[in-house]
């Protein structure tokens, strides 16, 4: 079991910044990949970004230049830093923790922070 909060959400302007944080606590951190996803009001959640146990990173298109995913296995935590935000970056921004054993997948979901980007 894995259990995940993520802290950092917030109102900001359009251009700023702000970083998420997803601590994770009950499992070993290190041996889960990590993802940031988010859902916009009447949207499906989608994959902002992800980082491997080995920390090798993947990031949707919308994001790539502006964002960036890191983990910190010593402290059991994730970011996300996400720069030159923009009004469509606005939804709730969920934690994931992901593995595979033995061909089933076993994911764990934070209870989401609110992002608004809006003057």
């Known amino acids: 079991q894995v259990q995940l909060a993520e802290s950092g959400g917030g109102l900001v302007q359009p251009g700023g910044s702000l970083r998420l944080s997803c601590a994770a606590s009950?499992?070993?951190?290190?041996?889960?990949?990590m993802g940031w996803y988010r859902q916009a009001p009447g949207k499906q959640r989608e994959l902002v970004a992800s980082?491997?146990?080995?920390?090798?990173?993947n990031y949707a298109d919308s994001v790539k230049g502006r964002f960036t995913i890191s983990r910190d296995n010593a402290k059991n935590t994730m970011y996300l830093q996400m720069n030159s935000l923009k009004p469509e970056d606005t939804a709730v921004y969920y934690c994931?923790?992901?593995?595979?054993?033995?061909?089933?997948?076993?994911?764990?979901w934070g209870q989401g922070t609110q992002v608004t980007v809006s003057s």
């Open positions: 994931n923790a992901h593995r595979t054993i033995f061909n089933t997948n076993i994911d764990y």
């Open positions: 009950g499992s070993i951190f290190s041996i889960y990949a």
């Open positions: 980082i491997t146990s080995g920390g090798s990173t």
